[in-house]
């Protein structure tokens, strides 16, 4: 060969099919890099030596914020890290031997910060050996830190209920126990685990199923709280009065249970038993002397009116048939004595009506108040119609009441007022609704003779008298009998005055 010619030898090939080959398995690792590097859990990767040759972003972040390094490849696990327990290596190297994987916690110390991590420790098989082992770590402090809490906080709460002295039930739908405190055995008797599942209306007396029922089905239906006062069967057979109250709840979003908490108040229960009994013979009692009272009152009125009628007539009859032998001051003294037998007469008749009115059956109606009182005020009226009075009385003022008693206690109050005003030039009276505190009271109002406050608590007693007779006439039993008839509609009166200003009582009806 010509040692200035040269030859070339060209060896070509197709690298099409390896290139793509080549850009998968870069796109590939690309991915699996992405996803490595974006997951919350830690990758950390060891070699044989434990010496650590790869570490996602994630441990990076966990150790940024514990104040730790990052550069930690081509070390060892304990150099990295001198919080970890000391058998952490022992562990790895197990695996290297056994090839077997692993999971467990590592609860450390670090910077005074307890660190709990959950670690799944996965060894690579290569040729036949474990060449390394994968470490997956995930941060579990702030989950354990809330299991801890929600484990004292149910510790806290199982405390209170196994202590309470009310028995605390759940009932499912079908109204079978689901759950109930100890406080169940100290009052009715029955093991709370022996229950379980069991029916509650299988426990409750046979009278008050269907309130039981109802209770239940309102409460777990519409998820609102009942009450109601149930028998409950003790274990040994007898029953016992308890202060049931139901809540509806829902738990899981859709099954619904009915929290109930239940208080023994047998003893509550007996007490008013015989309070009740105490107060129907304490009513038969009054009855009896009320009966008694009433045929002393009659007996001492008919007895009395005798010799009143004789006392009022023989003094007439020597007014008429004696008068010219008398002088001014006998005559005087006649006329005195018939005036005081005519008083004794209608004090008697006065106390009669007293006593009756709080003994007369009553008959509940609505009654127009403001008519009876413009019904009256016209009676008034009429006895004196020469006086300049103004008589407001407020339309639409209603009541239910005793018709006939309504109207003798508004008589009263009328006549007292147009009574006390007699003297005044011009007489305003007023009935009508007052606010007082926020609540509305009926009232009388005038302007006429009013009273001293100092003696207020003696107005509504029998025969007391703020005014003499003859300043103003009366009986002292008006307003007595007003109170009477005002308790009797279970309401209430009382009065405010001033000397020469005026009155107003004020009264409430049920």
């Not at 209608?346 to 009876?372: C, G, N």
């Not at 006086?387 to 008693?405: C, H, P, S, W």
């Not at 007779?469 to 009998?481: D, N, R, V, W, Y």
Request: hydrophobic share 40%; charged share 30%; with cysteine.
């Amino acid at each position: 060969m010509d040692p200035k010619s040269r030859q070339f030898v060209a060896d070509a090939r197709d690298m099409t099919a390896s290139k793509k080959v080549e850009q998968t398995l870069q796109e590939s690792e690309a991915f699996y890099n992405t996803i490595i590097n974006y997951i919350n859990d830690g990758l950390m990767v060891l070699n044989r030596d434990l010496q650590i040759v790869f570490v996602n972003e994630a441990i990076k972040i966990m150790r940024r914020q514990a104040g730790l390094p990052t550069d930690i490849i081509g070390k060892t696990l304990m150099e990295t890290n001198p919080y970890l327990p000391k058998n952490a290596e022992e562990e790895y190297r197990r695996i290297f031997v056994t090839g077997d994987a692993t999971y467990g916690h590592e609860l450390f110390i670090l910077n005074n910060i307890r660190v709990c991590t959950e670690i799944w420790k996965i060894p690579v098989i290569e040729d036949g050996k474990v060449s390394k082992v994968i470490a997956v770590i995930r941060d579990i402090t702030e989950c354990r830190r809330m299991e801890e809490a929600l484990q004292e906080s149910e510790a806290q709460l199982r405390q209170i209920t196994d202590n309470m002295l009310d028995i605390i039930l759940k009932i499912d739908e079908q109204g079978n126990f689901r759950y109930i405190t100890p406080s169940i055995k100290a009052i009715l008797g029955y093991d709370p685990q022996k229950l379980l599942g069991k029916a509650v209306f299988d426990y409750v007396h046979n009278d008050d199923q269907g309130r039981i029922r109802a209770l239940f089905k309102t409460a777990i239906n519409l998820l609102s709280i009942e009450k109601a006062d149930l028998r409950f069967k003790h274990a040994d057979g007898h029953y016992l009065w308890l202060e049931v109250l139901s809540k509806g709840v829902v738990e899981d979003g859709t099954v619904k249970r009915a929290i109930i908490s239940a208080r023994d108040i047998t003893d509550r229960k007996q007490a008013k038993e015989e309070l009740d009994k105490y107060s129907e013979h304490l009513e038969e009692l009054i009855r009896e002397r009320t009966s008694e009272l009433e045929s002393f009152a009659y007996s001492v009125s008919h007895d009395l009116r005798a010799p009143l009628r004789s006392i009022h007539g023989f003094s007439q009859a020597l007014l008429e048939d004696y008068g010219g032998c008398l002088d001014r001051q006998g005559k005087e003294y006649l006329e005195r004595l018939k005036m005081s037998s005519k008083r004794m007469a209608e004090l008697i008749d006065a106390l009669l009506d007293l006593s009756r009115i709080t003994r007369i059956e009553m008959h509940r109606e609505q009654v127009d108040l403001s008519a009876l009182a413009r019904s009256i005020v016209c009676e008034l009226r009429m006895t004196q119609p020469e006086r300049q009075a103004t008589i407001i009385i407020q339309e639409g003022l209603t009541a239910e009441g005793d018709l006939l008693l309504l109207r003798v206690m508004l008589e009263n109050l009328l006549e007292n007022a147009w009574k006390f005003t007699g003297r005044k030039p011009e007489t305003r009276i007023e009935f009508g609704i007052t606010n007082l505190d926020g609540s509305q009271v009926y009232s009388v109002r005038d302007n006429g003779a009013g009273f001293d406050m100092a003696y207020a608590g003696k107005l509504f007693s029998p025969f007391q008298r703020l005014h003499s007779q003859t300043e103003f006439s009366g009986t002292g039993i008006g307003l007595a009998t007003i109170q009477r008839i005002v308790l009797r509609h279970c309401g209430k009166i009382w009065a405010e005055g001033e000397v020469d200003k005026g009155a107003v009582f004020y009264f409430t009806l049920s």
